[in-house]
């Protein structure tokens, strides 16, 4: 296990349990005590945890891991998304993506598409995150669009009202979103100024996709960014429950299951 992904489990299971002792940490990843240490050191030097006698416990900034963490949670899952989600596309195709490890993953599946050739016929990428958008800058069939706005170290996403300068003057065929939560009133991102955002790209987009792994449905988080009556489908894993599917199908999305 490298080190990222001991730093990614460490914080899943804060986020997920509320604390974390390092002999939890020496027990579920085999590592030595010195080691889990240094993680939670760092850890909490980032402002990610907050060090306790013995462990470490959740702090107000833990449930909005910075993206470089997040990345490899349902990695599997996220890439089966993408690659779905990227077959969708065809050159001359206007999408939207918002910030996020599936978006970004999409994102890198576009690129990779093979029918992509024609440097006069490009998909045109517009998008409010800068890593995505540094990704797709280098290839020459991918046209980029980037919306103003002050970046977040957590998501990438820019965010602030630079945004509106852009957004109400463009269409955009269909937009590919990623949320931190979703259920059958709507979906959700953590941070407001995300969400305000990904709301302007919903209104310039003829079709919303939503993509998400089975963690994020059934849930809501803080901020709205659409109703559900704004989004047409939904890509997501094979691991959502029957339930949850068939909750939202009755709320008018069509739903595939990767």
């Known amino acids: 296990m490298t080190r990222h992904e001991r730093l990614s489990a ?7 349990e509320g604390s974390v002792h390092i002999d939890d940490i020496i027990d579920r990843l085999g590592v030595s005590a010195a080691t889990a240490r240094r993680d ?13 006698r013995g462990g470490a416990s959740a702090n107000p900034t833990s449930s909005q891991l910075p993206l470089r963490f997040k990345s490899s949670r349902m990695g599997l899952e996220k890439a089966k998304i993408a690659h779905a989600a990227a077959a969708m596309v065809r050159a001359g195709d206007i999408v939207g993506l918002n910030g996020g490890t599936t978006t970004t993953e999409v994102a890198r599946e576009i690129a990779l598409l093979a029918g992509l050739t024609d440097a006069d016929n490009p998909i045109t990428v517009v998008t409010n995150a800068v890593n995505i958008a540094s990704e797709l800058t280098v290839r020459q069939c991918v046209r980029v669009v980037v919306t103003g706005g002050v970046a977040r170290s957590q998501s990438y996403e820019l965010t602030g009202p630079l945004s509106d300068l852009i957004l109400p003057q463009i269409n955009v065929g269909t937009l590919f979103l990623g949320v931190d939560a979703l259920d059958t009133s709507g979906a959700y991102a953590q941070h407001e100024g995300e969400a305000a955002v990904n709301a302007a790209l919903v209104r310039a987009a003829r079709r919303v996709v939503v993509v998400a792994d089975h963690t994020k449905l059934g849930m809501s988080a803080f901020a709205l960014i659409c109703r559900i009556s704004d989004v047409h489908a939904l890509i997501t894993d094979d691991g959502a429950t029957p339930e949850q599917v068939e909750a939202l199908r009755g709320a008018g999305i069509e739903v595939r299951l990767v």
Not at 10 to 16: A, G, N, T
Not at 40 to 52: E, H, K, N, S, Y
Request: net charge negative.
């Open 40 to 52: 939670l050191d760092l850890l909490a030097d980032q402002q990610l945890v907050t060090r306790t």
């Open 10 to 16: 460490i914080l899943s299971i804060v986020v997920d």
